[in-house]
């Protein structure tokens, strides 16, 4: 039976999100069986409105045999027609389902990294021409049995979280993330003339440099569902220690109660409960990797659940997640790694953070509602 849900996703991510235009060249990219429910609706509906769309489908179990099996070379290959390919179309959804979470749970944690950071070239390629409006891209998921598994949900009950989030049952989901954006934006406009952060919680005193940066409000444009503001910091202006109380879940591995030590902006201590040794590998990728990329408050409170889904949980309302790797030159982040490794500080029950010195949070709440300006049109 065919699911209303999954069509007003759809909707949403091609009108709100892509802002698709008649002739529009779109690309849909997912794992051909976990991501069809979501694929078939965006396809429709793009049709419908002239694009000129296609999908291009692959099997998870396809690059667990090449990490398995493949040469030094092959898992350094990129293909030079997917690089062609992303100059030549003006749109791109990304569907990140999966029908194994788990699938490189034992892999070779080198030869994994070294074949994410040869698939890191075509994202950072989107990446340069999305900044440079050439290109609209919108990454979301549809709802699995595997996901579900990993939330401790039923698949049902994982299908109403995902679509309340998203907020696709209310009466115009479009104008939702419009307000939102409004909202969002005045608040990054506060945080713009801020020049350091403190951040005080269980285990966790960590000032961050935040001072000619700008802050981005994220409000359904390049993830659905959404809900955050972000920066990338001075590079050397973080120091401190911070504890992530919620596991961080990278390439199907975990990291369980990470606590870091940071100075000038450099990890030079790092434990952690359970995957240690591979939070250890990570921060030794490459020179990049061991700085920090970006800093955000999670706002979205319809996201009030930890899932191992890093999509939803760096926007659980009452969080602050901050990533170790690559940042956003846009916002003047300058760090290229390979990796962006998102963590997330849980602030709900004891957590306050400062703005130059003034309390302006405490326990998952600004104290102050923002002044919305005047909506900028990049926000329409």
Known sequence: MRDPRYDALAELVLDHSLRLQPGDVLRIEGDASAAAPLVVPLHREAIKRGAHAYAALELGSLKEILVAQGSDEQLDFVSPMEL????????????????NTRSFTRADTNRRQRQLTAQRQVAIRRRDRIASGEHRWCGTLCPTEAHAQDADMSLEDYEDFVFRACHVLDDDPLDHWRQVGERLQARADELGSVRELRIVGEDTDLTVVVGGRTW???????????????????????????????????SGREIDDARLTLENGRVVEAEAAGGEEYLRSLLELDDGAS??????????YEIDRFTRNI????KIGGTMHMALGMGFEALGGQNRSALHL???????????VYADGELIWRNGQFLQDPQPAQLAEHVR
């Open 216 to 250: 981005r409000p994220a409000y359904g444009r390049q993830n659905v569902p959404d809900g955050e503001v972000y920066t990338s910091p001075v590079e050397t202006g973080v120091n401190g220690t911070i504890r992530f109380g919620f596991p961080a879940v990278f």
């Open 311 to 314: 999509l939803f949980d760096e």
């Open 291 to 300: 700085g920090v990329g970006e800093i955000a408050f999670g706002l979205n």
């Open 342 to 352: 998102d963590l997330i500080c849980d602030l709900r029950r004891e957590g306050e």
């Open 84 to 99: 062609r390919e992303i100059d030549a179309i003006d749109a791109s959804i990304t569907i990140w389902s999966e029908s």
